[in-house]
């Protein structure tokens, strides 16, 4: 997600938060409670509808794994679960992470997971997040550096929660080398074709004409869309499948987000069309 929802971290601003955010790895059922209670009202879940329970995280936690809650004053504004993955002793992948608005808890939180990792020896974290969502688009890409290297289309199934209630669950795998941070500045050449942009508030796919670099600009806000106008929010979820997924199913590389709308994709070879 991060999480198998829609990874809804918060990320900051540009403007620096005076409050520093305490992290603090979680092993008592009391605090794994908190998280879970916490979950759910970040993605508005009925209550014991959390996208980790408290004996899930008790678990991970016992077993040497990811589990951390943020806090402000005392109180848990942010948390992240996650677990070792594939490549053994190289990965942890990050299951959810979510935090309230306002305090730069996600970006605290994922510094945090960082420097854990590297602690252990392992060189990338992974997590899923929705595609479509255009403040974690720029946050995973362009604040820290992470990278989407597939595309999963209704990856979690149906959802229920108030953010991903009625639409389809596809999401990008992130991966972040460990060594990329902060994130690499990205140039967009002049001869860009732009292959998916909005129009009118819906998706206007472009010919790309076999060019190299290509931008692929997703709605301001899907999630508003979702609630105002679900036709149009489905039309973009298959448009950006379609588009997004495709590059990556043939091998093309998200090299970065650019001016917090469009990604930016390089082909892995030139091709006409």
Known sequence: MNSPLNSPVNPPGDTPVDTPVDIRELHELDA??????????????????SPV????MRAFSHSGNYVAGAYEHGTLIGASVGFFAAPSGQTLH?????????????LALKLHQREWSLARGLTRITWT???????????????LGARPVEYLPCFYGEMADAINGGDESDRA??????????????TVPA????VLSVRDGLPAPGRDLGAATLLVEIPPDIEGLRRTDPAAAKEWRLALREVLGGLLADGARVTGFHDRTCYVVERATLTSR
């Open 94 to 106: 990050s299951h959810v992470t979510g935090a309230l608005p306002g305090r730069a808890a996600g």
């Open 53 to 56: 329970n408290p004996e899930l």
């Open 129 to 143: 997040y929705d595609p479509l969502v255009r403040r974690n688009a720029h946050f995973n890409l362009s604040k």
């Open 32 to 49: 794994f409670d908190a998280v879970a209670a916490l979950f759910e009202k970040v993605w508005g879940a009925a209550p014991g509808d």
């Open 191 to 194: 001869d860009a074709v732009t």
């Open 173 to 186: 795998l992130m991966s972040w080398d460990l060594a990329a941070h902060p994130a690499p500045a990205v």
